[in-house]
């Protein structure tokens, strides 16, 4: 199964940017597609975007449009979040999450990390 560490959360004023970093780690790592989430106090957990280590990604949440973008390192094995103009709302831990290809749900997941944009 693979294992995830996530790196990179922080406290940013708004409009700054911070680059979340997924490593993952396993004898098969790319046959898992890679997702993005996010959890704020009070709220249900949100998915951002997935993508596969080929490259094949989800639409992005309609929060994040625009704004953020996800990429992979396939020789490090590491998926990385940008999340430029950063909001108040964007404030939430957030997770790298991942599931076999095919399968319906997320099942792997990261420690997560803390992210907080300040006003």
């Known amino acids: 199964q693979v294992q995830l560490v996530e790196s990179g959360g922080g406290l940013v004023q708004a409009g700054g940017s911070l680059r979340l970093a997924c490593a993952a780690s396993?004898?098969?790592?790319?046959?898992?597609?890679m997702g993005w989430f996010r959890q704020a106090p009070g709220k249900e957990r949100e998915f951002l975007v997935g993508?596969?280590?080929?490259?094949?990604?989800?639409p992005y949440a309609d929060s994040v449009k625009g704004r953020f973008a996800m990429s992979r390192d396939k020789v490090k094995n590491i998926m990385y979040l940008q999340m430029n103009s950063l909001k108040v709302e964007d404030t939430a831990v957030y997770y790298c999450?991942?599931?076999?290809?095919?399968?319906?749900?997320?099942?792997?997941w990261g420690q997560g990390t803390q992210v907080t944009v300040s006003s």
């Open positions: 999450a991942a599931k076999w290809r095919g399968e319906p749900k997320y099942d792997v």
């Open positions: 993508r596969t280590w080929s490259g094949a990604a989800t």
């Open positions: 396993g004898r098969t790592v790319s046959n898992y597609v």
